[in-house]
Every structure is written in structure tokens, then in C-alpha cells.
């Protein structure tokens, strides 16, 4: 008996080790091959300054001398696969479609020639280090490869061997996707007055030269919706408001916003003098801006204007988007969610696919690309542990809400997540006026020169709690005491852009800081008192790690004279409760309450947050409306997508 149990305690044992010693070997074999992938940079080392923008200017002011030559810089970037050459691609197509006579032979060619070599899939053969996948890059690289292969149609694209005709077939399916995406939930980077430029390139191009008539008249819908969110969030002619994607220019605002050649030509009739994607739309042969959406960005009356953008990753099943499939990843990784507990698997399912372990971008993929991670499904259980950075970078549903009057703006995504890490999302600010705006922050990274995001300046460490009720918004911050993994740090203070040098007149009071811009006000106030970080005059410090913010907006026409807005500022109760992170804060005869991952109320009501697709003065309309119609002034606009029925005055 003894020897018996002696023989099977040996067996017991061998086997052990013998599984041992296997898992060991397949991790040896999993490490030595994950080592070994080699990654493609997504720039070039020495940077080529590309001009496909600079020569359409030039051909749209009809220019006599046009140094052809200048695009040998954009056939070297295109060739070699640098991440954004999109831009450069789509400006090569329009210059082949609009300008044909103008173009010489020679350069024809090897516009041709780049276009029939170019790598338009991530599933196509090859690899390079380009992005494919946000919003604005998908409709631009579908819409390029749709014209080419319209432009090609028998000639075979060198990189997957296939006709031209079959390119504009694959891509067809992949923008009529895309629109349908922004048609039901709007864009995933709302209010981006970066990436709604790329975006209106890519529409325009389709507008004017697309032989399908329905794909036309769809994206001159989606065309509209997009401006109609440039005219309600803009303050005059600067279009700043919270933002899907926004980097610290376009927090800050400025009149030298990318956005400013969108502004000035349709409210103004300006046509861009420097070079920009956004020149399509300038020059477009068949779009003309709805007379309602003018009339809209003119509106000087005061006006709450409320929005749902996006959806949250807990939404993808139900609507569909949740396999490895093209339309899937289409929406997971357009709103950046490629980490997440519940997507996890589906994107390192599609890497592994197409072989995109050495896409820059995606190069840390490969380390969730171990034999037993994939055999047993512990990715989510690994994402949710780490509690991965990247997990909060999904641009989810953003409930907007902006007070719009004359001269500012305020605004908010209300309830965004509080506590989560941000990468390029904007959750709450001002504008002052037409020229400058202010908004507090956590930041990612202490020191204000690194400019990767999330950084000093742009996304957030740890995001707010964000409510706002007309000229009120509030905001709490939570800041653990440690980082998480990856992260790059976790200051121990929050900070805002409050420019003091563009005020009028400023004054720093304690915990209060007033602003007076011609005849708009404002106030910042803290939990504790406020100080501008040494050598500028612009990074007003608060110090700790539950804190709030409040942003207080009004006007002259509001209150009288600068002093009185002061004086009744400074009256206003406020309490703040340490350990239920709850704000209370009562202003105008109105009292706000707000209790972090908790319940806004405004006079004992709870507010709901949640929004429908558009409630404003201007439009109405639920979550994945069949019809959507915006009227003011007179004008309407009704647009029916299912129905392809797009009809205005």
C-alpha cells in the first residue's frame, strides 16, 4: 500500500513538473517570438514637409506658376507608408479629379502610380506604422481608395493584386458604415475642431466626385450634421467647446484655430489663404451650406443647447458592434477603445489577424499575445487588473450641455466618467469671447514640456465629476494617492488656463479668481486659495486631491458693474463636504448640489443628464432618429437617412 501511494505521489509529481517545465518552455518560445517583433515607426526620422495642401491652394487662386516639384516630398512620405499620409493621398485625388487640365503628364503619372500602390486596409498585405482606425482616418483612407479605384477601375493595385473596381466596392461598403455610425450616434469625436477638418476633406470629396447618387446625398447629411455642431458650439467665429479629441490649442482657443477657415467661409464668405484640408469644402463644386445651419451660428439670443454623442462600450453588444469583424472594429477603434475588458480580445483577435503587431501604435499589444492568455481568455481578467491607462482612453458617450449667449460660452460633458483617466477628451471650460477661452484640468504629466498625450495640458490624470446648470458648472476631483500601471504619474494638484494677461481685469481672492473681458464675466473658485505657477501668468495652481472647481459666467447686461459681480460672488453660500465629496453652492436665489459619482440637483430636483440625440431651440430629435429636422428663422432643413430624403429652404 505504502509503495503504492509512493509510486502515484511520483507519478503525481512527474506530471507536475512535466506541465511545469511545458508552460515554462511555451512562455520561453512566446517571449522569444513576441521580442522579436520589429516595429514599423509611424514617422519618418528627418521630417519631410509634404505641400498636396499648398498646391491646391495654389490651383484654387489659379496660380500661373505652380512649382510641380514640391510634390516629390508627398510621393516619398506616401510611398513610404508614414503614418498620415491620408492627408496627402486625399489631396492627390482631389487635384486628379478637380484640376485634370492643369496637371502635368508627368506628374499625373506618378500621382497615379502612388495611388495604385498605396496600402488603403489595415487588411490588406503588408504592415507599416499608420493609423487607420480613429474616426476621421477611416473616412478619409475609404473615400481615397472609393475615388482611385473609381479613377482605376481595370488597372490592378499593386499592394493586394486586386482591380480598381473591386477596391472601390470594398470601400463603398466601408463608408456607407461610417456614415450610418455618425447618422444614429453622432461622432465619436464630438466637437473636435482638429479632426472635423479630416473629416469634411474625406464628405467633400465624396460629394463632389462619387458616381453614387445616394452615397452623395448621404454625405452631404452627415456634412450637415457636422456644421450644425460647428455653428451651435461656436462663440463668433471661434469654434472651442468640449470635445471628444482636443489638444491644448484647442482647449485654449485662439484665432488661430484650424477651425477658423471653416468659420470665416461660411459666415463670412472668406475663402482660406493658408493651406488645409479644410480648403475642400471651400471649394466644393456640389455642397453649399444649408441657409438654417447660417442662420443658427448667427443667433446672438441666449440658448441651452443639449446633445448625446457616441455610445458607451457597455452599449456595443446591444447595437451590434461587438465582434472582430471590419464593422465592429470600425466603431470599437474609432472611439479608441481598444483595451477595455469587454473589447480586449476582439482587438488582439484582429491584430493578430493582420499581422499589426509592429504598427507602432499597437506594438504593446504583443505583450497580451501569449499562448495561455489567448487558450484560457484571461485578457479582460489582465485589462481590468492592471487597470490599464489606455482602458480610460475610449472616447465614450458624451451627454454635452453649452449655455450659449452673445459673447460666451459655457459648457460641459456632463458626468463623463468621474474618476477615470482621459487621453485627448475636454470636459468642461468657457469661452470668454471670440478669442480666448479658460477650463480647469488634472493633469496627466507634471511637467508641462512633454507634449505626448495625455500630458500637462491635455486629457486628464484623473477626470472630474462635471455638472452644469445654465451659467453654473461644477466639478470634483478625486485624486488617488497613487498611480496605476502605466501611468506616468499622479500630481497632487489640479490646475486651470485662466490667462490673466487676456483679461481686461483679473484679481486672485483667496480661493476666487474673477475675470473681466470687455463686457463678459467670470469666476473660478476653488476649495483652496489659488496661485499662479512660478514665471506665468497663465497656470493658476490649486493645490490637493479632493477639490472642486467652479466655473460662475455672466455679463454686464446681468449684473451691472464688474464690482457688484464680485461683491455677489463673493456672498454666494458654498459648502463642500470632505468625506461624501458632496458641493453645495447657491447662486441667483438657484442652489446646485453635486456629490461625486453621485446625483446633480438644482433646487432639490435631480437632474437627469442622460441626453436624447439633440434637444435645442434649433432641434429635436431622439437616439437613432429616423428623421431629423432643424428649423430657425424661417429656414428649415429636414433630413430622412434611411429614406435618403434630404430637403431645405
Not at 502635368?104 to 495611388?115: A, D, H, N, R
Not at 453654473?472 to 506616468?488: C, F, M, Q
Not at 463678459?520 to 497663465?538: E, L
Request: proline share 4%; net charge positive.
Amino acid at each position: 500500500m505504502f509503495s503504492f501511494n509512493s509510486k502515484m505521489l511520483r507519478k503525481k509529481r512527474y506530471y507536475f513538473f512535466a506541465c511545469v517545465f511545458i508552460a515554462a518552455l511555451i512562455f520561453m518560445v512566446d517571449w522569444i517570438r513576441i521580442t522579436s517583433y520589429k516595429t514599423i515607426p509611424s514617422l519618418p526620422q528627418k521630417r519631410i514637409r509634404t505641400c498636396s495642401e499648398y498646391i491646391l491652394l495654389q490651383l484654387s487662386q489659379n496660380k500661373d506658376s505652380i512649382d510641380w516639384k514640391l510634390l516629390d516630398a508627398d510621393f516619398e512620405y506616401i510611398n513610404n507608408q508614414y503614418d498620415v499620409s491620408d492627408f496627402d493621398v486625399t489631396g492627390l485625388v482631389r487635384m486628379l479629379y478637380y484640376y485634370p487640365d492643369k496637371i502635368p503628364e508627368s506628374v499625373k503619372e506618378k500621382i497615379g502610380s502612388t495611388l495604385l500602390k498605396f496600402r488603403y486596409r489595415m487588411d490588406e498585405p503588408g504592415e507599416n506604422g499608420m493609423c487607420y482606425w480613429s474616426e476621421n482616418h477611416q473616412i478619409l483612407y475609404a473615400a481615397s481608395e472609393y475615388l482611385a479605384g473609381n479613377l482605376f477601375p481595370n488597372k490592378v493595385f499593386t499592394n493586394d493584386g486586386q482591380t480598381g473596381l473591386i477596391h472601390k466596392q470594398r470601400a463603398s461598403k466601408r463608408i456607407y458604415d461610417w456614415l450610418e455610425m455618425r447618422w444614429k450616434f453622432g461622432f465619436s469625436e464630438f466637437y473636435s475642431n482638429v479632426y472635423y477638418n479630416e473629416d469634411i476633406a474625406g464628405l467633400i470629396n465624396l460629394i463632389d466626385f462619387s458616381d453614387d447618387s445616394v452615397m452623395v446625398n448621404k454625405c452631404k447629411m452627415i456634412m450637415d450634421l457636422l456644421l450644425y455642431d460647428v455653428a451651435s458650439q461656436k462663440t463668433g467665429d471661434m469654434f472651442i467647446s468640449v470635445s471628444g479629441r482636443a489638444y491644448e490649442r484647442n482647449r485654449k482657443g485662439g484665432t488661430h484655430s484650424s477651425a477658423r477657415n471653416i468659420t470665416n467661409f461660411i459666415w463670412h464668405n472668406v475663402m482660406p489663404a493658408s493651406p488645409h484640408l479644410n480648403l475642400a469644402l471651400a471649394t466644393s463644386l456640389k455642397y453649399k451650406t444649408p441657409q438654417v445651419i447660417k442662420e443658427i451660428g448667427n443667433d446672438e439670443n441666449t440658448a441651452v443647447i443639449k446633445q448625446c454623442n457616441g455610445l458607451n462600450v457597455t452599449d456595443l453588444k446591444k447595437e451590434g458592434y461587438y465582434g472582430s469583424d471590419e464593422r465592429s472594429m470600425m466603431m470599437l477603434w474609432g472611439m479608441e477603445a481598444y483595451t477595455n475588458p469587454e473589447i480586449i480580445r476582439n482587438s488582439i483577435a484582429y491584430i493578430r489577424q493582420n499581422k499589426m503587431f509592429s504598427n507602432e501604435f499597437l506594438a504593446p499589444f504583443r505583450y497580451f499575445d501569449f499562448t495561455f492568455l489567448r487558450l484560457f481568455g484571461l485578457e479582460p481578467f489582465v485589462s481590468s487588473y492592471l487597470n490599464l491607462q489606455t482602458n480610460g482612453h475610449s472616447i465614450q458617450r458624451g451627454n454635452t450641455y453649452t449655455y450659449r449667449t452673445k459673447n460666451y460660452a459655457l459648457y460641459s460633458v456632463q458626468n463623463y466618467f468621474p474618476g477615470n483617466n482621459a487621453d485627448q477628451v475636454h470636459v468642461a471650460g468657457m469661452n470668454v469671447d471670440s478669442t480666448f477661452s479658460i477650463f480647469h484640468s488634472h493633469p496627466a504629466e507634471p511637467d508641462p514640456s512633454k507634449s505626448e498625450s495625455p500630458s500637462y495640458w491635455v486629457g486628464y490624470g484623473r477626470l472630474p465629476h462635471v455638472a452644469q446648470d445654465s451659467s453654473v458648472s461644477l466639478a470634483i476631483y478625486n485624486i488617488p494617492d497613487g498611480k496605476n500601471h502605466y501611468e506616468k504619474a499622479m500630481p497632487g494638484f489640479t490646475h486651470a488656463y485662466f490667462p490673466k494677461y487676456k483679461f481686461d481685469t483679473s484679481a486672485i481672492i483667496g480661493n476666487y479668481v474673477f475675470g473681466r473681458k470687455k463686457e463678459n464675466y467670470c469666476v473660478m473658485i476653488g476649495r483652496y486659495n489659488f496661485h499662479y505657477r512660478n514665471k506665468y501668468s497663465d497656470d493658476l495652481i490649486q493645490p490637493g486631491r479632493k477639490v472642486f472647481w467652479i466655473i460662475e459666467a455672466s455679463d454686464k447686461s446681468r449684473e451691472g458693474s464688474f464690482k457688484k459681480f464680485i461683491e455677489r460672488i463673493l456672498h454666494n453660500r458654498l459648502t463642500f463636504d470632505e468625506k461624501s465629496l458632496s458641493l453645495e453652492y447657491v447662486s441667483n436665489h438657484k442652489k446646485l448640489e453635486l456629490q461625486f459619482c453621485g446625483n446633480f440637483k438644482v433646487n432639490g430636483n435631480k437632474i437627469n443628464t442622460n441626453y436624447p440625440r439633440f434637444d435645442s431651440p434649433y432641434v429635436r430629435a431622439g437616439n437613432k432618429p429616423e428623421n431629423i429636422v432643424f428649423k430657425f428663422n424661417g429656414h428649415y432643413l429636414n433630413l430622412k437617412f434611411k429614406k435618403n430624403i434630404r430637403e431645405f429652404n
